[in-house]
């Protein structure tokens, strides 16, 4: 429990109108983007590096947890505060430090929001490839916090391939610098350990990133499909010809219903599935490839192929896709993102057993996906007045995650592990694997004040999930 002392210790470093600590601003900061609760019990938000290592030192003296956090648009309980302790608020480090095109290199603070990135490269001509859906919100510190993925990840690569260095705040306030401004670094690589590890080793206070040249030209299609299966195999198929595509989305039918409901982005709402697939590069190239992937979609017997004709066409469909989660929400407040990555052969069984997982459970389970990366989000709507769907939800999740891993992929494509999926963390690693992560957590984080309890599952729990595998 944070005494008053602290509190005033805090506002000393932050300054007070850089520190809540009312009933309904804790409240405010008790959510994330999960349907999880719990409150903070300060929230301060830092304007430099000197000031989040003065907040750490003295958290750290006291053994008080620090949950860093950037908009909180995750999806994993990352940022909920259930061991109580300081919210560190990164927002209002929120500046461009530099844009320097020459060494295809931007260097910015970590509360600077993706969006605003790339309309400050957009005049150079350069793009920051990695970019969530949840762009126009998500901070670049979450974003590496969370190693996040987006729809251009699959010809780009996710965030870790765009960061070359970074400072960080280690958990006793101490300020150190990992990789540097090129590619490649000697000595161990702790900025790859440090991207996705969720708040839990550091803090990152400044980002070195990798920007890129604006593709030349661009082409949207929109192709319809009878059956997931078919645009499921459409999207192996694709990928098999070597045509490697900017984006390449799966939307079902529930999804483009719930988005036709909240805009007109132009998508129908009696087909099983659409892939909305970007196509980049020079202009002599995109047509073939056009031709290409029109052939591999009438074997798939596609219903339709549809090309945006014009930029605003093209805007629409991104905005309906990007939209996809908010639309749900506005046809069930309540439900569960799932974010297995499956090998991309395996999409159509897995689809096909969400399908059937889905209908064991009787619930309804929407589907978007980042396809072509095989990252599948099963949407888990349920009724927040129904205890029994509550429960059905929760274990529907859990057979979704042992399904993705058990076709040898992961529980979690780019969300993040947090509070949502520790115990789905047993079914992917072994318990050497689990150990060898908590002895790095202990050499970082020895006092365990850094986002303590997310990411990785308790050890004593261990026993408990063997004995169910055995008695499974
Ligand atoms: C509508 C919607 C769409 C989404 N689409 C995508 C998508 O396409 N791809 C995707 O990958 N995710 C997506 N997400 C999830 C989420 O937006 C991402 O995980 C995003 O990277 C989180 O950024 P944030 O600024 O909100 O971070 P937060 O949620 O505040 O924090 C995320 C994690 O990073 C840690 N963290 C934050 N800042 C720092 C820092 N400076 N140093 C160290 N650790 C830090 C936090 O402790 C936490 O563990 C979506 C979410 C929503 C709501």
Redesign the pocket.
């Known amino acids: 429990m944070i005494q008053q002392s602290f509190i005033k210790e805090l506002t000393g470093i932050v300054g007070r109108d850089n520190i809540l600590s009312s009933r309904k601003d804790l409240l405010a900061y008790s959510y994330?983007?999960t349907s999880r609760q719990e409150m903070p019990e300060v929230i301060v938000f830092p304007r430099s590096t000197a000031e989040v290592s003065g907040v750490i030192k003295a958290a750290h003296r006291d053994k008080v947890p620090v949950?860093?956090?950037?908009?909180?648009?995750?999806?994993?309980g990352?940022?909920i505060p259930d061991r109580g302790g300081i919210i560190l608020e990164?927002s209002r480090m929120n500046r461009i430090l530099d844009i320097d095109t020459a060494n295809h290199r931007a260097v910015v603070q970590?509360?600077v929001?993706?969006l605003d990135l790339q309309n400050a490269l957009a005049p150079f001509g350069f793009v920051f490839p990695?970019?969530?859906?949840?762009?126009e919100?998500?901070?670049?510190?979450?974003?590496?916090?969370?190693?996040?993925?987006?729809?251009h990840c699959l010809k780009h690569g996710?965030?870790s391939k765009y960061v070359y260095g970074m400072e960080?705040v280690l958990s006793d306030g101490e300020v150190i610098n990992v990789g540097g401004s090129v590619e490649d670094n000697p000595g161990y690589d702790l900025r790859g350990l440090?991207i996705g590890?969720?708040?839990?080793l550091?803090?990152?206070?400044r980002l070195t990133l990798h920007i890129i040249p604006k593709p030349e030209t661009s082409r949207t299609l929109l192709v319809i499909f009878e059956t997931l299966e078919n645009a499921s195999q459409t999207v192996s198929d694709i990928i098999g010809a070597g045509i490697i595509p900017g984006a390449m989305e799966l939307i079902d039918k529930t999804t483009c219903w719930a988005i036709e409901q909240g805009i007109s982005a132009g998508y129908p709402t009696d087909a099983e599935a659409v892939l909305l697939i970007e196509l980049e590069g020079l202009q002599d190239s995109l047509d073939r490839q056009v031709r290409d992937i029109s052939e591999i979609c009438q074997k798939n017997k596609v219903r339709e192929l549809r090309i945006a004709k014009t930029s605003a066409e093209q805007a629409a469909l991104w905005q309906g896709r990007?939209?996809?989660?908010?639309a749900i929400a506005r046809i069930c407040p309540q439900y569960i993102?799932m974010d297995g990555t499956v090998p991309r052969n395996k999409m159509v069984p897995t689809i096909h057993r969400v399908d059937e997982i889905a209908k064991k459970y009787h619930l309804t389970i929407a589907l978007v996906a980042?396809a072509g990366d095989g990252n599948i989000h099963p949407l888990i709507l349920f009724d927040t007045g129904n205890p029994e769907e509550i429960v059905s939800a929760r274990k529907a999740g859990d057979e979704i995650c042992e399904l993705c891993s058990s076709m040898g992929g992961t529980i979690t494509?780019?969300?993040?592990v947090?509070l949502e999926k520790l115990h789905a963390m047993f079914t992917q690693f072994s318990s050497a694997d689990l150990s060898a992560m908590r002895r790095v957590k202990e050499v970082f984080d020895p006092e365990g004040i850094l986002?303590p309890g997310?990411?990785l599952p308790p050890e004593e729990d261990e026993s408990l999930h063997e004995t169910k595998e055995v008695a499974g």
Not at 197 to 200: A, F, I, L, P
Not at 202 to 205: E, F, L, R, S
């Open positions: 994330d983007s949950i860093a956090r950037g908009a909180g648009t995750n999806l994993s990352g940022t990164l970590p509360g929001v993706n990695p970019d969530p859906a949840s762009q919100m998500s901070t670049l510190g979450g974003n590496v916090g969370e190693n996040a993925g987006g729809p996710v965030t960080v440090l590890s969720e708040g839990t550091g803090i990152a206070t990007r939209g996809a989660f908010g993102v980042h494509g780019e969300h993040g947090g986002n997310k990411l």
